[in-house]
């Protein structure tokens, strides 16, 4: 059974506030806490991530970066450049366009999550309700997470993508790194 993940983000989120006066030499090395890192937006930090360069400049080019640097916090789940190089050429630059916008809009909503959600609140997260969760996300629709012979899948079916290694805070959220698009309806 899926649970959604609101009530558990914030437990975790005060959790987090506690443990960031502690040692942070007991840290997950890969994932530092977003309140260290504070200096640069998701729009900024997007930005800085080679691995996800096509989604930066899908959103640079549609005028969609004022959401990555407003004041709300979110959690990021970018599709790898690989994955955008699965897209037909001609799907792929109309996403860049003005005309091609409301589509980058849906897929951008489908992989972005309410609140700054660090790899080890989503690893806890996991843990503590059977290896699945939902995160609210800005669409419609929950993001399903969950783990699967060991990896991080987003959304459901067996082709689902997977978490990579590369979790990158932001002064407001989190960025993921993922191998592939979260299909619509999740």
Same mark, same amino acid.
């Given at each position: 059974m899926k649970k959604t993940f609101a009530p558990t983000l914030a437990v975790l989120a005060v959790a987090l506030t506690l443990c960031a006066c502690g040692d942070a030499d007991t840290a997950d090395a890969s994932v530092t806490s977003t309140q260290e890192a /504070?200096?640069?937006s998701l729009n900024a930090t997007v930005a800085k991530i080679d691995e996800v360069s096509t989604a930066y400049n899908l959103i640079e080019k549609a005028g969609?970066?004022?959401? +990555?640097?407003?004041a /709300?916090?979110?959690t990021v +789940?970018?599709?790898d450049n690989q994955a955008f190089a699965k897209l037909p050429k001609?799907?792929?630059e109309l996403l860049g366009t003005e005309e091609g916008r409301p589509e980058l809009i849906a897929i951008l909503r489908r992989h972005i999550a309410v609140g700054a959600i660090t790899r080890e609140d989503l690893e806890a997260a996991l843990d503590a309700n059977g290896g699945s969760i939902q995160l609210a996300s800005v669409a419609d629709q929950p993001i399903?997470? #969950?783990r699967v012979d060991g990896e991080? #899948?987003?959304g459901s079916g067996d082709d689902a993508p997977k978490l990579t290694k590369l979790a990158v805070p932001a002064s407001n959220g989190v960025v993921y790194v993922i191998d592939g698009m979260i299909p619509p309806g999740n």
């Open positions: /504070g200096d640069a969609l970066k004022d959401p +990555f640097d407003g /709300g916090a979110y +789940f970018l599709p001609e799907d792929l399903d997470i #969950r991080v #899948r987003i």
